[in-house]
Each structure stands twice: as C-alpha cells, then as structure tokens.
C-alpha cells in the first residue's frame, strides 16, 4: 500500500516561504516521478511541480518557476517543495502525488496526468 504523508502547510503572510514536506512509502521501484499538486478555492486541481526519481529532472509549472523549489531525499523517502515569494494565488491545499510509470514527462501536466497515487493534502494560506 502506497502511503503519501504531506506536512509543513499553514498561514504565512505574503511575501513569505513555506517548506512542504512528504514522506512516503509502500513501493520500491527504482523509476518513478514524485511532486506536488495544488487545489485552490474554487479552482481546479493544478500541477505545480515535480522531479524524477532516475535523474533529479525537475519540472515547474510556470506560476512557480523562480519561486518554487522542488528536492528529494532519497536515503529518506521524502520530497519537498520550498516555496518563497508567496502571494495570496498560492493559497491551496498542496498534495503530494507519485506516478510509478513515468514513461515520459515533459511537464507538470504529464507528470499530472499519470499520477497513480495521492496524499491527504495540507492547506497552505497566504494572507495578503
């Protein structure tokens, strides 16, 4: 059983950073990709970003290029995502997802369209 573990949300004031982490779990293959999917109030669920596990390619969506900064601890099973300059678009509830067949991934949103598994979420809000 996949288990994705989301922590590090909470309320930060614009212009602030957040440090999201994810622990996960419950699979062993060398090839997959792992990241972070974003729902906001009222708006459909987005990807954000993402790295490969094989070779540390990551990938951004473009509202978080520059500010974003996805990693990966693999001695940890844990990914991360820091995130600095915030504003108030970046109030979401961020979920940790993983796709066990990457196949290939060009961009967030084909990293988004083969995820296989999902977190709970945790919220992060951005006041302004």
């Known amino acids: 059983q996949v288990h994705l573990v989301e922590s590090g949300g909470g309320l930060v004031q614009g212009g602030g950073s957040l440090r999201l982490s994810c622990s996960y779990s419950g699979f062993t293959r060398p090839d997959f990709a792992i990241g972070w999917i974003r729902e906001a109030p009222g708006k459909e669920r987005e990807g954000v970003s993402c790295?490969?596990?094989?070779?540390?390619?990551?990938f951004y969506t473009d509202s978080a290029k520059g500010r974003f900064t996805i990693s990966r601890d693999a001695a940890k099973n844990a990914v991360y995502l820091q995130m600095d300059r915030l504003n108030s678009e970046d109030t979401a509830t961020y979920y940790c997802?993983?796709?066990?067949?990457?196949?290939?991934?060009?961009?967030?949103?084909?990293?988004?369209?083969?995820?296989?598994?999902w977190g709970q979420g945790t919220l992060v809000t951005v006041s302004s």
């Open positions: 997802a993983v796709d066990l067949n990457p196949r290939q991934i060009a961009t967030v949103a084909d990293f988004y369209n083969g995820i296989d598994w």
């Open positions: 790295i490969r596990s094989t070779d540390g390619t990551t």
